[in-house]
């Protein structure tokens, strides 16, 4: 087996990277990394829209069609509209079809309404201008005449009163008559969210003040947390508002889809079968790797690192079944890190340890702004580039890193050792290439020959299990594309 | 416990004196005011805990992080009757010894410590063992919840955007929810989080 690597996401210049000029090599350059297609490891992927031959345009088509199916009623011709989008959704195949989305979804309401005052609203993470970022990349700004802004977590809030109680809103993203919910369909952070309400969890994140994202991650639990999303959602202020839902459907090769609704949990059921449905195999294949380095390859923060549409987050935690809700922990979520005491133990027997495969981690290229010392605490990790490792050095939400990791001056030498040190030759890329993953051929042979009985434990046995703990519909599974 | 490593410092000649600094500075290092009609920005550098936000947040771009001399926010949990320390962990339900800050690595003691120390509001909190001082998200609602467990109340700095209040725990979700939601296992997670809260403490002093 020697197939031709696929292309990595190229590097990004961004505050939270290093300068993409000191990035010397990509993994998928290093000796005996093969590309291994999607559709060769799992059969009947959906087909894509992007990457597609017709280009970008296949977003704003699927986007036009699915919002036919939407009542717009609400909105007037003197509404103000509040467009809310989340920094995830650009990290896809470039950030292209996500920005092609939120276009139509303005021209469509537009042109449907009549209304003028139509914003984007670009919630983030822990970066605070990541989307202003994206915004200036993508030509945004003007699209939004001057009315695209980022929003972050310390921004300005406003009290929602929930079941829960008070929880806080970002005043930003409310601060229209209507707002529209406009997200994408990935798994993602499913050592999080569970996929339980998926498509509801930025209620409870990007449109949301540090106070309720604090809530989420340290005062519920690690399923139960997401209820907080719910209870914002279904509150009368924000009730009051919601127009509709429309996301960019995502698989493992690509995008498959626009979907819009204006009832969020239509939506949301059908995000959940069709994210269990597309990512569930690739996801299982992940987990039954015995051994590997990983390398992080990526213009992410090093959890967000993504190979075959899989974060190196999931792979963390892919020595569990993420998707069953029987298990409350996965090896990595916020709640189980700080279940670790001062001396490294766990502080109850039954925390499950990190994935045990992944022998040693070589970060070429992955960004800041995501504390990531959990990850190098627990995993042999080496550095490539002493710029990179100073940029983690400065790093507020970093300080500790290299702590926990060595320094290599170049990807080839840090290869080596990884190599020597962890007696294995198998290697993992998490580079964002698109339609399949960068491996060594050692771990392309073991994946083959491991798949057809992981992809069938998942169909007869896992989704099952899966939809029946969600109380979702099976045969939603034929509608899902 | 935090290793200030860089501290906030502003081209004055950039500053429109929209005040989002000020405001979204979690120990309130920051204050904007006018002179003739010009805005000056004032960053006390003794407050300081290089967080980032005003860099993050200014619109205009004048707020640079540079390097400082190291110094570092901590308290020596050894100082206090642990004791006490345990005892207001456990009241906050955390164990004293979990995480409570990933980006200082700061442990629930450490902060039950900082309270215990006089630490009544969440910014002395903050500038006395640097917890919050990272991402300055997840943290908040530990930091406020060893506030309440130790009867401190505070009131929110006018216009400031930090400190909005502290949420719901597992502890106190209504049983309406629960037997309405029963999906989301809030009993079994809050059984969970309890087991944690009251594991034995080892190796104390390690």
Redesign the interface.
């Known amino acids: 087996m020697d197939l031709k690597p696929f292309a990595p996401a190229p590097t990004r210049v961004s505050q939270y990277g290093v300068d993409p000029s000191t990035i010397s090599k990509r993994a998928a350059e290093l000796e005996g990394i093969t590309g291994l297609g999607l559709s060769q490891l799992i059969g009947g992927q959906p087909e894509t829209i992007y990457p597609s031959d017709e280009g970008i345009k296949a977003v704003r088509d699927a986007t036009i069609k699915t919002l036919e199916g939407v009542d717009f009623s609400k909105i007037t011709n003197g509404s103000t509209v509040n467009i809310l989008a989340s920094h995830h959704g650009f990290t896809f195949m470039g950030g292209e079809p996500y920005s092609e989305m939120l276009r139509t979804i303005k021209d469509v309401v537009e042109r449907e309404t009549g209304a003028k005052e139509i914003r984007l609203r670009a919630g983030l993470g822990?970066r605070?201008?990541e989307t202003e970022e994206y915004i200036k990349a993508f030509g945004l700004d003007e699209y939004f005449n001057g009315k695209a802004v980022g929003m972050?977590?310390?921004?300005?809030?406003v009290?929602i009163e929930t079941?829960?109680?008070?929880?806080?809103g970002l005043k930003r993203a409310y601060d229209a008559d209507f707002i529209i919910h406009a997200h994408n369909s990935d798994v993602r952070e499913v050592h999080f969210h569970r996929q339980?309400d998926r498509a509801v969890k930025p209620f409870g994140m990007s449109y949301a003040?540090?106070?309720?994202?604090?809530?989420y991650?340290?005062?519920?639990?690690?399923?139960?947390?997401?209820?907080v999303a719910?209870?914002i959602f279904e509150s009368e202020f924000v009730q009051e508002k919601f127009a509709f839902a429309c996301f960019l459907v995502m698989s493992p090769a690509g995008a498959i889809d626009v979907d819009a609704d204006n009832n969020l949990y239509a939506l949301n059921d059908r995000v959940t079968a069709g994210g269990m449905k597309h990512y569930g195999k690739i996801i299982e294949l992940m987990g039954a790797i015995k051994d590997c380095i990983v390398v992080l390859d990526f213009p992410c923060p090093v959890p967000y690192v993504f190979a075959c549409g899989v974060i190196y987050a999931n792979m963390v935690s892919a020595n569990i079944d993420v998707f069953d809700?029987d298990s409350?922990?996965p090896p990595y979520t916020?709640y189980t890190?700080?279940?670790?005491?001062?001396?490294g133990?766990p502080?109850?027997p039954e925390i499950p340890e990190i994935n045990p495969a992944i022998k040693t981690v070589v970060h070429n290229y992955a960004w800041i702004g995501?504390?990531a010392?959990?990850f190098a605490e627990h995993t042999p990790t080496i550095m490539v580039g002493a710029e990179q490792a100073e940029l983690f050095?400065?790093d507020?939400?970093?300080?500790?890193y290299m702590k926990h990791a060595l320094l290599s001056d170049n990807l080839d030498s840090a290869i080596a050792f990884a190599r020597k040190t962890s007696g294995t030759d198998k290697i993992m890329i998490f580079d964002g290439a698109s339609g399949g993953l960068n491996v060594s051929q050692s771990l392309a042979e073991d994946l083959l020959r491991i798949a057809p009985s992981v992809c069938s434990r998942v169909d007869q046995v896992l989704l099952p299990k899966w939809l029946s703990?969600?109380?979702v519909d099976p045969d939603l599974l034929k509608m899902v594309a | 416990m935090k290793i200030v490593k860089v501290q906030a410092e502003v081209d004055q000649s950039r500053c429109d004196g929209c005040k989002t600094c000020e405001r979204v500075c979690p120990v309130y290092a920051v204050s904007v005011k006018r002179v003739d009609k010009k805005p000056v920005v004032n960053i006390d550098l003794d407050i300081c805990v290089g967080c980032w936000n005003c860099e993050q947040r200014c619109p205009e771009y004048a707020i640079q992080m540079v390097s400082c001399t190291p110094f570092t926010l901590s308290v020596n949990v050894n100082d206090f009757d642990y004791g006490e320390i345990e005892a207001l962990c456990r009241k906050a339900h955390v164990h004293p010894k979990q995480l409570v800050c990933y980006c200082t690595a700061t442990r629930a003691e450490e902060v039950a410590a900082a309270v215990i120390g006089g630490a009544d509001s969440p910014d002395k909190v903050v500038r006395a063992c640097g917890v919050g001082a990272g991402c300055g998200i997840e943290c908040n609602q530990p930091i406020l919840r060893f506030l309440e467990a130790a009867g401190c109340s505070f009131e929110r700095k006018k216009n400031s955007y930090q400190w909005y209040g502290r949420t719901v725990t597992a502890w106190e979700v209504s049983q309406e929810v629960k037997d309405a939601h029963p999906a989301f296992r809030f009993d079994d997670d809050k059984d969970l989080l309890e087991r944690i809260v009251n594991a034995p403490i080892q190796d104390r002093n390690k």
């Open positions: 822990m605070f201008r972050a977590p310390i921004d300005a809030g009290a079941k829960l109680g008070t929880l806080y339980v003040r540090c106070e309720t994202r604090s809530t991650h340290m005062n519920l639990g690690p399923r139960a947390a997401n209820f719910r209870s809700l409350p922990l916020w890190e700080t279940f670790y005491d001062h001396t133990r502080l109850l995501y504390p010392v959990f050095n400065r507020p939400m970093n300080l500790n703990q969600r109380n």
